[in-house]
């Protein structure tokens, strides 16, 4: 077998490899000879059918099956004896393949980039800190019971957050429109559920009050014969109902899995979970801007291979997310909604998997399962779930991941200048949401640059 390699890229590899006809051709032959003694053919025992018949009749398709075989088989040896680390399936395609001439194929191939790591010293790094205040847990417990509010019939005007029982018909001048008219419609002002300007008309509106409502769609409305087009509505108010939130009660409390009922316990239980909602936003916070500094230090190529590969697994958990079942084609799912975030993520565990592999970094049993404790610590049978994580070959093996991770942000960490700056609760997590959005910004930032 010859070899030769073209670097055509920085990750990029063109190999063709020759092999000897004699090869090919004894591999042929040995092949024939298994198809003769299992074939069947009209006028002949099976086992007895002349080599030059077999050759005849099956010939062609046994070359093609034997020289299919020995492309890939040669491109193994040859990945393997060149040093290469393929990302990916190559492209291969056959240039000779002719009776009595070497096998000649070309494979083109992604490799995984080389990467010489450069650090993020004298970045700077704001980590958040907070302490969770009785007066963080009594708004809590306001939002909680927020969520848990309900609608009862009030004898007043209709006010913005209220919700209003309705009928309506929509006109386009003095003709109604398809899809424009509902009986009985449950209505909650300030949802912003309908056209922009309906839902404020109908503050101040009494029930049994019927009401002349005028709005313009907007020009970019899904109904192409509505979009931009000024339209009025005749409604007619059935019911105005008000927001009651529920009083905070033993059967309130129960509700939260505080089976006593017990004050003192249930905001211990609420800021528990504050505080580890708290320590996830902090910690996702540094890594994230530790992360960013990485990736701006590192301008390495990406195999798109890997990008395609990626982008499928969030096809699939995109089409998980939204419940459209496993029988689901998530090809019908664009790669554009997800291609930006699957280069991001393949660039940074690219990344990290070098400061891993630099540092010799590794998990233990002990720090895996530790990690396992902490991610089942929100479900209400803990003990299970972290039984589920360990004994799972692949559930372990991401939380090991996970640990990983970690372990290479801290020791990037240990390059930058880490600033400790006070924090609210409220401030922390919206500083989190905003390194998350910045994130995202840059990811499609570098994909209009890329494009």
């Known amino acids: 077998m010859q070899v030769s390699v073209e670097t055509t890229s920085q990750i990029e590899r063109r190999i063709t490899v020759q092999v000897p006809a004699s090869e090919v051709d004894e591999a042929v032959a040995a092949r024939l000879q298994e198809t003769a003694k299992r074939v069947r053919l009209n006028g002949f025992r099976q086992g007895k059918i002349p080599m030059a018949v077999v050759r005849q009749r099956y010939g062609k398709d046994v070359r093609n099956e ?36 070497d096998l000649e194929f070309v494979a083109t191939l992604e490799i995984y980039p080389e990467i ?16 969770i205040t009785e007066a963080d847990i009594d708004q809590m417990i306001e939002t909680l019971r927020t969520q848990r509010a309900a609608f009862q019939p009030v004898e007043r005007a209709a006010e913005m957050g209220d919700q209003v029982k309705i009928d309506f018909q929509g006109f386009l001048g003095d003709e109604p429109f398809e899809g424009g008219a509902a009986e009985g419609h449950e209505l909650e002002l300030g949802s912003n559920r309908f056209i922009p300007g309906f839902e404020e008309q109908l503050v101040g509106a009494t029930a049994g009050e019927e009401k002349q409502v005028s709005v313009t769609f907007p020009e970019d409305y899904q109904a192409e014969h509505l979009a931009g087009q000024e339209a009025t509505f005749k409604v007619k108010v059935h019911e105005v109902s008000g927001k009651v939130q529920p009083e905070v009660d033993a059967d309130f409390i129960k509700e939260f899995g505080v089976e006593d009922g017990d004050m003192d316990k249930f905001r211990a239980e609420i800021k528990s979970n504050m505080e580890r909602e708290v320590k996830q936003a902090v910690q996702n916070r ?90 089942a610590a929100q479900y209400q049978q803990p003990e299970q779930v972290v039984e589920q994580y360990l004994q799972n070959d692949e559930l372990k093996n991401q939380v090991k991941s996970a640990v990983l991770e970690d372990k290479a942000v801290d020791k990037l960490l240990e390059q930058a200048q880490v600033n400790d700056v006070s924090m609210s609760y409220e401030q922390v997590l919206q500083a989190a949401q905003q390194s998350q959005d910045a994130a995202e910004d840059e990811e499609a930032e570098e994909s209009d640059s890329n494009a």
């Open 286 to 375: 540094v890594k994230q801007q530790a992360l960013d500094a990485l990736q701006q230090a590192n301008d390495i190529a990406v195999p798109q291979a890997l990008i395609d590969q990626e982008t499928d697994g969030l096809k699939r958990q995109a089409a998980q997310q939204f419940g459209l079942g496993e029988d689901f084609d998530v090809s019908q799912l664009p790669n554009e909604l997800f291609a930006d975030q699957a280069r991001t993520r393949v660039k940074v565990g690219l990344l990290l998997a070098e400061v891993i592999k630099q540092n010799e970094l590794d998990a233990s049993d002990d720090e895996i399962r530790a990690r396992a404790e902490e991610l």
């Open 66 to 101: 034997v020289v299919s075989e020995m492309m890939r088989q040669h491109y193994v040896r040859a990945v393997t004896e060149e040093s290469l680390n393929p990302a990916g399936y190559p492209s291969i395609e056959p240039k000779v393949d002719q009776d009595g001439k």
């Open 116 to 131: 010489e790591l450069a650090g993020i010293d004298g970045t700077e790094i704001e980590r958040p800190q907070t302490e």
